[in-house]
């Protein structure tokens, strides 16, 4: 069951000063930083706020390490913004199979690694009306981080 909004994926094309706007405006703290070479990212996890399942909401921005990576290709075309958007859930397996079943495309047949140790896949955009979609379902306790509470059916 996507349970909650896990996080809002923004592009930016300078994560330190992208931060620091986040911080100055808002008071937002950078939770977690990572580079995820995969996925051709460096990003920032923001907590915004705790959810009622025991999970979190966060912002992450992302800066493309790679002008061939999603992000980065999608940047040369729209500059930074939104690129989209994550739902949280338990079982991102079966919530997968099921949007699946449903004749949305899911691009992983198997989810990968994201931010935190988490494991996502994503839904291609044109099947959403527009918006890249990812689900995703937290670890238990990110490795050296603070402990990300499990999320409970
Ligand atoms: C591409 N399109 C988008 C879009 N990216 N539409 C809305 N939002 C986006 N973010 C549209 C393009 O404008 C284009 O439409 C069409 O989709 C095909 O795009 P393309 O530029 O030709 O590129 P493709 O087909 O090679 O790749 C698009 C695809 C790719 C969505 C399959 O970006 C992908 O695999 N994304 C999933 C992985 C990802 O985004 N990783 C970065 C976040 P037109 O109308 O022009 O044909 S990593 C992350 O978030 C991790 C770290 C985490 O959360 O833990």
């Known amino acids: 069951m996507l349970s909650r909004i896990d996080h809002i994926g923004i592009a930016c094309f300078d994560l330190d000063a992208t931060v620091a706007f986040y911080h100055d405006t808002y008071g937002f703290e950078v939770f977690h930083s990572e580079v995820n070479e995969e996925q051709g990212v460096l ?3 923001l907590r915004i706020n705790g959810t009622d399942d025991g999970g979190a909401s966060y912002l992450q921005l992302l800066q493309p390490i790679r002008d061939d990576s999603p992000v980065g290709k999608w940047m040369a075309k729209n ?3 939104v690129h989209h958007i994550a739902f949280g859930t338990a079982d991102v397996d079966a919530d997968a199979e099921a949007v699946r079943a449903k004749g949305v495309r899911v691009l992983y ?7 935190m140790d988490s494991r996502i896949t994503f839904l291609h955009p044109k099947d959403c009306h527009g918006v890249l979609t990812e689900l995703v379902t937290a670890a238990p306790t990110p490795g050296g981080e603070e402990p ?3 999320e409970s059916h």
């Open 43 to 45: 990003e920032a996890m």
């Open 79 to 81: 500059g930074e913004g």
């Open 109 to 115: 047949d198997t989810p990968r690694r994201g931010s």
């Open 148 to 150: 990300r509470s499990p």
